[in-house]
Nanobody, 125 residues
């Protein structure tokens, strides 16, 4: 059974930084696509960033481009999201997601097979 566990969320002031981690287990993730999504209260879940484990290619939502960085960990099956210059509008529950194969629809949640439980990020003004 594939499991994704996020950590690293918390409360931070605007302009600060946080680093989210996603640890995957229960499968072989060398060819997986790993993504981060977020959902703010009263809003739909939205794409944040994605990384292809095979070649390291990344993509970002326009709202976080230049501020957030997704990366693969040295240990297998880990993915990070470094969030800098945080803004109050970044406040949301952040979810890690994994897809068994790359899809050009990577910015849609339906493209992913597995999801973590989420970690809360709160940015105060």
């Amino acid at each position: 059974q594939v499991q994704l566990v996020e950590s690293g969320g918390g409360l931070v002031q605007a302009g600060g930084s946080l680093r989210l981690s996603c640890a995957a287990s229960g499968g072989t993730f060398s060819s997986y696509v790993m993504g981060w999504f977020r959902q703010a209260p009263g809003k739909e879940r939205e794409f944040v960033a994605v990384i292809r484990r095979t070649n390291g290619n990344t993509a970002y939502a326009d709202s976080v481009k230049g501020r957030f960085t997704i990366s693969r960990g040295d240990a297998k099956n880990t993915v990070y999201l470094q969030m800098n210059s945080l803004k109050p509008e970044d406040t949301a529950v952040y979810y890690c997601a994994a897809a068994q194969a790359y899809s050009s629809s990577y910015y849609y949640s339906f493209a992913y097979d597995y999801w973590g439980q989420g970690t809360q990020v709160t940015v105060s003004s």
